[in-house]
């Protein structure tokens, strides 16, 4: 089993939806959890990092889900600049790998 | 002024060659890493260094061989190139987020532009 599993999608919605998805982790001594961002052929960079509580950023929003082993993105009043892979990402405590699934793709439409 | 970068963005080769990804960091990090994009875009990590020292080396064949010549630089190099060595590489830095003072910004990894690889 992958230590990182994801939905690859593709999510197609139209400018202004929601969309979400989740992202499920096999190791539960997994500390710290991100969302990181990949436009298609250029490098992945953060998004944001996912905290306990749930956490937003403007029109997106992680959750955690420790019991469940999940964390979850949900991008409100998707912009066409939204259109990308969004790569979940975890680390466990005390180690420097930062393990990343293979990534969810939403594509906005007009 | 680019916080990762790496050389060169494409590297087409043949079978059998010895080649170099060169990867600097100019954001004061205290550990590199290398890691590995396929064509399914899953992204592994292969090696990774903290302060010059190896940390992390995964399952890789001994064909690859990291070097840090300081905490600044890890170049990969790769012996006898194969048809499946094909992918993107990243180099990538982050702080040193072991350390107890470590806040959740030393956490973001940030990486270099990728070099694809194609090896024919």
């Known amino acids: 089993r992958k230590e990182v599993e994801q939905d690859p999608g593709p999510f197609n919605v139209p400018e202004g939806a929601t969309v979400a998805f989740n992202c499920t982790y096999s190791?539960?001594?997994?500390?710290?959890f991100f969302w990181y961002r990949q436009d298609c052929r250029k490098e992945p960079k953060l998004l944001m990092s996912?905290?306990?509580s749930g956490n937003e950023d403007g029109r997106f929003t992680a959750q955690l889900n420790r019991a469940s082993q999940y964390i979850s993105l949900l991008i409100r009043d998707s912009k066409l600049s939204d259109s990308a892979t969004y790569l979940c990402v975890v680390r466990r405590s005390n180690d420097y790998k930062l393990s990343f699934g293979a990534g969810t793709t939403v594509t906005v439409r007009a | 002024d680019t916080a990762v970068s790496q050389t060169p963005k494409y590297l087409v080769t043949q079978m059998g060659n010895d080649k170099s990804i060169k990867c600097e960091q100019n954001l004061g990090h205290d550990t590199m890493y290398w890691y590995k994009q396929d064509s399914k875009k899953f992204l592994k990590i292969m090696f990774s260094y903290n302060n010059k020292e190896l940390i992390i080396n995964e399952t890789v064949p001994n064909r690859f061989s990291p070097k840090s010549p300081d905490k600044a630089h890890l170049n990969l190099h790769i012996n006898s190139l194969e048809l499946g060595d094909s992918a993107v590489y990243f180099c990538?830095?982050?702080?040193?987020?072991?350390?107890?003072?470590?806040?959740?910004?030393?956490?973001?990894?940030?990486f270099g532009q990728g070099t694809r690889l194609t090896v024919v």
């Open positions: 990538a830095s982050s702080q040193d987020f072991l350390k107890p003072s470590s806040t959740g910004a030393d956490t973001e990894a940030f």
């Open positions: 996912v905290y306990s």
């Open positions: 190791n539960s001594a997994s500390q710290s």
